[in-house]
């Protein structure tokens, strides 16, 4: 669609985001594109989702600077909407999300694989909020997400000096889970993906719920959260057959839902 790749492979659905001659920069088309790919995922089907960038060099070199240069104060604000609402949906989406980055992660980039729930990066990754030196804030999330995720004071830092960070910093600070060799990226992700979907979905997406909705309040509240998720697994198949077939002494017996 558009400036969007969607392929399947299994239970696993694979996002690439496609405008390699901006470096995959996110202008209104892409946002566009990518909001209508994602509600056309089959969630009957998939069990979790990769966002990657097309090509070698870059994953989302941010929001186009191009479209960005003309706004007034309400188009500017219109705009972080558009891409708030759809990195909303991302993080929201009831199904495990690994960003693969292949690359160039800045501005909107580096914000777009905050709210995926993984991401993995290849050796050449870059990431930053360079913002800052184009007289902006971050606008799609990264003021709040890159705070969550690296803690208020290296957020600060990145976002005030807006310097590039490489694939090994990332790693240290806690911004990506792995590093892989460029090549390896992909086949890593797609790994980890159906692993993943191996797992009891039901029980993954009561994961997910309760992580990303536990964060949002106090631990009192959170841990409530969890014990009715936890409680939820046990009306499923999934828990019924997981746990017979671990005490069964004599597997084959066990029918698999
Ligand atoms: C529009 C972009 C772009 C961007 C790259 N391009 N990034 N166009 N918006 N964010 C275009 C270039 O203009 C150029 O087009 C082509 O992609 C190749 O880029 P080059 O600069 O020639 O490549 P290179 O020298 O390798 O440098 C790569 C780079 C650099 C370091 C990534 O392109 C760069 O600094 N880009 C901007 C990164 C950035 O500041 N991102 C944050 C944006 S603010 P032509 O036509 O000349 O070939 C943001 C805010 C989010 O994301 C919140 C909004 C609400």
Aim: hydrophobic letters at 40%; a negative charge; aromatic letters at 6%.
């Amino acid at each position: 669609m558009g400036f969007i790749d969607y392929e399947v492979d299994g239970q696993v659905g694979i996002i690439t985001i496609n405008r390699p001659k901006a470096l995959n920069a996110l202008n209104s088309e892409v946002l566009k594109d990518l909001d209508a790919t994602i509600d056309a995922v089959d969630l009957d089907a998939i069990r979790c989702l990769i966002i990657t960038g097309a090509g070698e060099k870059s994953f989302v070199a941010g929001a186009d600077i191009g479209e960005m240069s003309t706004l007034t104060k309400a188009e500017g604000e219109a705009f972080g909407k558009v891409g708030n609402d759809v990195f909303r949906k991302i993080e929201t989406l009831p199904i495990p999300v690994i960003a693969a980055i292949n690359g160039f992660a800045l501005g909107g980039g580096c914000e777009i694989s905050m709210s995926c729930d993984i991401r993995l990066c290849s050796e050449n990754a870059v990431f930053g909020q360079p913002e800052v030196g184009l007289g902006i804030t971050p606008g799609f999330g990264g003021t709040q997400r890159l705070a969550r995720i690296v803690g208020p004071g290296k957020a600060k830092q990145l976002i005030y000096t807006a310097r590039n960070i490489k694939a090994a910093e990332a790693y240290r600070i806690g911004l990506v889970n792995e590093v892989y060799p460029l090549e390896e990226l992909m086949p890593q992700a797609k790994k980890m993906a159906k692993g993943i979907a191996k797992n009891a979905p039901i029980a993954v997406r009561a994961c997910k719920k309760a992580i990303n909705e536990g964060l949002e309040v106090g631990m009192d509240e959170a841990i409530v959260i969890e014990e009715k998720l936890f409680g939820s697994c046990f009306e499923t198949e999934d828990q019924k057959y997981g746990m017979a077939f671990f005490l069964d002494k004599n597997k084959e017996k066990v029918k698999e839902p």
